[in-house]
């Protein structure tokens, strides 16, 4: 969480008219004895997912990955969640780079919906909602439209089956789910 708090603010202070992206470390040997992980790598790939997109939803224009050891053989399950964050942020890289971030969606408060923070842009008249689970938890989330929209989610097959003003979605742990209308 800290990735907007501190670093994103710093850079954006000391340079605010520029294009900002971020890098991320992928793995971490060592690391995963101290948080009883099985294979000693931090962070998961679930957390690097979220933390794609998390940057992505604080106003970050592009995102990058780094690691010294990751490659298929070692790291399968961190190698295929690199090249699927790449997929996805490349299919998503009109709205990044040239959209306009807009508020026609709203997430409605609940205990849990806290944890999930999330991004509208619109480019040529074409909604993107990015959204990102940053817990653990599963997390159920409504969300409320300024008017009646049909909205896919990229890359999970999932389409409204009619225009609504308002829908429910499950978020599983350091889940992403990409609307699009």
């Known amino acids: 969480m800290m990735i907007n708090g501190y670093t994103i603010a710093t850079c954006r202070a000391l340079v605010p008219d520029k294009p900002l992206w971020f890098l991320s470390q992928a793995v971490d040997l060592g690391y995963g004895a101290r948080f009883k992980l099985p294979r000693p790598t931090r962070p998961t790939p679930a957390e690097v997912h979220a933390m794609a997109f998390y940057s992505l939803v604080c106003s ?3 995102y990058a990955l780094y690691a010294n050891y990751i490659n298929a053989r070692d790291f399968p399950e961190h190698w295929s969640t690199a090249l699927d964050i790449a997929n996805r942020v490349r ?3 009109g709205p990044l780079n040239s959209g306009r971030d807009v508020r026609t969606a709203r997430l409605i408060r609940s205990p849990l919906a806290g944890a999930v923070f999330f991004r509208e842009l619109v480019l040529d008249g074409q909604h993107t909602l990015i959204a990102v689970n940053m ?3 599963t997390v159920p989330a409504s ?3 300024r008017q009646p929209v049909r909205a896919a989610v ?3 097959d999932r389409l ?4 609504r003003k308002s829908v429910r979605d499950v978020f ?3 889940a992403v789910h990409i609307y699009q209308w």
């Open 60 to 62: 970050i224009n592009g």
């Open 160 to 163: 409204m089956n009619e225009a």
């Open 143 to 145: 969300w409320e439209f």
């Open 135 to 137: 817990s653990a938890a």
């Open 91 to 93: 299919q998503i890289a």
């Open 154 to 156: 990229l890359f999970e």
């Open 172 to 174: 599983k742990p350091w």
